[in-house]
């Protein structure tokens, strides 16, 4: 198992794919084609499950909001991921 399996579904599995995306991410920063935005949003959907898991941590002690927390958290990297996506696309 990867470094990274305890994030929420919609984050990264394993720290393999963490690589990959950030080796991507460089050959786009490198590469003249992309934007700084887009950039900016492959960085965005790689830290934000990240930050908002940390974040999220004293909310698992209230009932009721484990579920919501969590599923706010995959929603918010499913659409950074799906916005740099786009906006790599040919």
């Keep these: 198992m990867g470094l990274l399996c305890r994030i929420p579904d919609g984050a990264w599995a394993d ?3 963490l690589i990959w995306m950030v080796m991507v991410l460089v050959a786009q920063g490198r590469d003249g084609r992309w934007r700084r935005a ?3 949003c492959g960085i965005a959907s790689l830290i934000a499950p ?11 002690f209230v009932p009721g909001l484990q579920n919501v927390y969590g ?3 995959a929603v ?3 659409v950074l991921s799906m916005i740099r996506m786009a906006r790599s696309a040919p």
């Design 38 to 40: 887009t950039i900016r």
């Design 15 to 17: 720290d393999r794919g």
């Design 76 to 78: 918010s990297a499913s």
């Design 50 to 60: 990240i930050v908002l898991f940390l974040a999220g941590i004293p909310l698992g």
């Design 71 to 73: 599923e706010a958290v």
